[in-house]
């Protein structure tokens, strides 16, 4: 059995199953409508690693009180 994939990887799969697809389902797409996954796969990414930040950085202030 593989490992559980990492990183935008599984966030990418997590998004796929949320909306009922999957990889198969994408590829089989229109590339207009994958992008527009891709797009909101990226989004969703960025704001994963704003929240990520944001902890380290309060992690830090705390450390420091």
């Known amino acids: ?3 559980p994939p990492k990183g ?7 998004f796929l199953k949320e909306m009922g697809l999957t990889e198969d389902d994408v ?5 207009e409508k994958q ?4 797009d909101k796969i990226s ?3 960025k704001q994963k690693e704003a929240v990520k930040q944001a902890e380290i ?3 830090k202030q705390e450390s420091q009180v």
């Open 1 to 3: 059995k593989p490992p």
């Open 8 to 14: 935008p990887q599984r966030i990418r799969e997590q």
């Open 27 to 31: 590829k089989a797409m229109p590339p």
């Open 35 to 38: 992008q527009a996954i891709n």
């Open 43 to 45: 989004d969703l990414l």
């Open 57 to 59: 950085a309060l992690q």
